[in-house]
T-cell receptor, first 112, second 114 residues
Framework: EDQVTQSPEALRLQEGESSSLNCSYT??????LFWYRQDPGKGPEFLFT???AGEEKEKERLKATLTKKESFLHITAPKPEDSATYLC?????????????FGTGTQLKVEL | GAGVSQSPRYKVAKRGQDVALRCDPI?????LFWYQQALGQGPEFLTY????????KSGLPSDRFFAERPEGSVSTLKIQRTQQEDSAVYLC????????????FGPGTRLTVL
């Protein structure tokens, strides 16, 4: 069964305190690994897609990396506005489209 | 509009009522997905459309759930005889082409069944 697991479930950081979020996956037919940000009451907002082991992508204070079994979202010198739930998802081919299998998310809180 | 829109944003239904949730994808997007998100969980796949064709409905939890996209643009998710366990946020996402992986999500409809 396809499975995506995220850890930790919740993380509290001080402003400027760098850390990493983990996403491990067990899927057959992986097309890509996605990271989304979700704020309360809103839909997920796309951050990154990674397709092959060793690939890295960066956006402002965020960097995503991918291995054959897991992905990391590194947050460097976070700010309070980075507080959100970060979702990881594996893209699996379905009938010509790509459905996403999500983890349960990491709820990040960055404090002053 | 620039993004995916969904209506209503909030829906309260009495158990046994039928509800209809609407999704307006980004104009020109071929692929459309519905997901269900329970409180504190990640979204779970319900169904997928490519234009007007429903190519995957493996995630629909029961035959009370029905989705359509008759003209290949707007989609409606209908839930018949709602139950308390149907309470969740229903998210719609669209992508430009089936080969394009990036899915853009709407704000969701929060359904509460009393």
């Amino acid at each position: 069964e396809d499975q995506v697991t995220q850890s930790p479930e919740a993380l509290r950081l001080q402003e400027g305190e760098s850390s990493s979020l983990n996403c491990s996956y067990t899927v057959s037919g992986l097309r890509g690994l996605f990271w989304y940000r979700q704020d309360p009451g809103k839909g997920p907002e796309f951050l990154f897609t990674l397709y092959s082991a060793g690939e890295e992508k960066e956006k402002e204070r965020l960097k995503a990396t991918l291995t054959k079994k897991e992905s990391f979202l590194h947050i460097t010198a976070p700010k309070p506005e980075d507080s959100a739930t970060y979702l990881c998802a594996a893209s699996i081919l379905t009938g010509g489209g790509n459905k996403l299998t999500f983890g349960t998310g990491t709820q990040l809180k960055v404090e002053l | 509009g620039a993004g995916v829109s969904q209506s209503p944003r909030y829906k309260v239904a009495k158990r046994g009522q039928d509800v209809a949730l609407r999704c307006d994808p980004i104009s020109g997007h071929v692929s459309l997905f519905w997901y269900q998100q329970a409180l504190g969980q990640g979204p779970e796949f319900l169904t997928y459309f490519q234009n007007e064709a429903q190519l995957d409905k493996s995630g629909l939890p029961s035959d009370r759930f029905f989705a359509e996209r008759p003209e290949g643009s707007v989609s409606t998710l209908k839930i018949q005889r709602t139950q308390q366990e149907d309470s969740a946020v229903y998210l719609c996402a669209s992508s430009l082409l089936p080969s394009k992986d990036e899915q853009f999500f709407g704000p969701g409809t929060r359904l509460t069944v009393l």
